[in-house]
């Protein structure tokens, strides 16, 4: 049902489904569950209480599911979960979840993971996102769908990327991207929103104006932030895309919300 090359080391106690390729000099733990036609192509590493969807591919040298780097783990069995059809590049590292975080690290389908990047304990990655060569992400982050972020890009712990967002490459990400906002800068700064990536997904013109209108009224200067909210709900919450900003902006967050940079430069 499985092909493992010679220099391969599988654990007996490791679950392989059928299809699965393990190339040259890779290594699997007795907890790991690697589903159906998934290919680790050789030296990869994937160890803990970790569980690989249908199809996914790894690269050489990924070390998966090897335990957090957090100095409060404990050795809880926390887990990883990986879920189909991905591509996860060389030098890429994923690690479980711990107690702190609800003990799991979480990776949507369809996610593209280019070279070094890395995802911390303890993390939510939506389907279809894609992390940039060194991109890496600090503890209890979020990735909602498609976001993409670019490379030698961080992420601080317990920052929120909305769904669609675009962090610009070697951004220092501190706050809160809204969806489908576009932030960029050493500390991100929100730029817009990310109107290429709007297009490409078939957004309406109509749509696309409603959703630059909300940003304006979102980000300007009148009243405060929760009053701007509750107006862009008011006039222009009818619109999918606004509203979904809405309710992100709502939600409880450990983090403030990244915005623009005032005309003064502060």
Same mark, same amino acid.
Request: glycine fraction near 14%.
């Given at each position: ?7 391969? *080391?599988?654990?007996?106690? !490791?679950? /392989? $489904?059928?299809? =699965?390729? +393990? ?5 699997? @733990? ?99 996102? *894609?992390?940039?060569?060194? !991109?890496? /992400? $600090?503890?209890? =982050?979020? +990735? ?5 972020? @670019? ?104 983090? !403030? ?10």
């Amino acid at each position: 049902m499985a092909e493992v090359h010679a220099t391969a *080391i599988v654990d007996p106690e !490791a679950r /392989l $489904g059928e299809g =699965v390729k +393990i190339g040259p000099y890779c290594v699997v @733990g007795s907890h790991v569950d690697l589903g159906a036609d998934v290919v680790l192509h050789s030296h990869v590493v994937v160890e803990g209480r970790t569980e690989v969807g249908a199809r996914t591919q790894i690269f050489p040298f990924a070390s998966i599911g090897h335990r957090p780097q957090d100095i409060k783990y404990g050795g809880e069995p926390s887990e990883l979960i990986v879920g189909t059809d991905n591509m996860v590049r060389e030098h890429v590292t994923m690690n479980p979840g711990t107690e702190g975080g609800g003990m799991v690290t979480r990776v949507g389908n369809h996610c593209l993971f280019m070279m070094g990047a890395h995802v911390a304990h303890d993390c939510t990655i939506g389907d279809r996102v *894609i992390m940039a060569n060194n !991109a890496t /992400l $600090g503890g209890h =982050v979020t +990735i909602e769908e498609g976001a993409i972020i @670019g490379g030698l890009s961080a992420i601080h712990q317990f920052v929120r990327i909305g769904r669609h967002a675009m962090v610009g490459g070697m951004s220092g990400v501190e706050h809160d991207v809204i969806p489908y906002g576009m932030a960029v800068g050493e500390r991100a700064r929100l730029q817009g929103l990310n109107m290429i990536g709007l297009k490409r997904h078939g957004f309406a013109r109509a749509d696309i104006q409603a959703m630059s209108e909300a940003y304006a009224m979102l980000f300007g200067r009148d009243d405060t932030l929760a009053e701007r909210v509750e107006r862009v709900a008011r006039e222009l919450g009818g619109t999918a895309g606004v509203s979904e900003i809405v309710d992100f902006v709502r939600a409880e967050s450990a983090r !403030a919300l990244c915005r623009p940079r005032a005309e003064n430069g502060s």
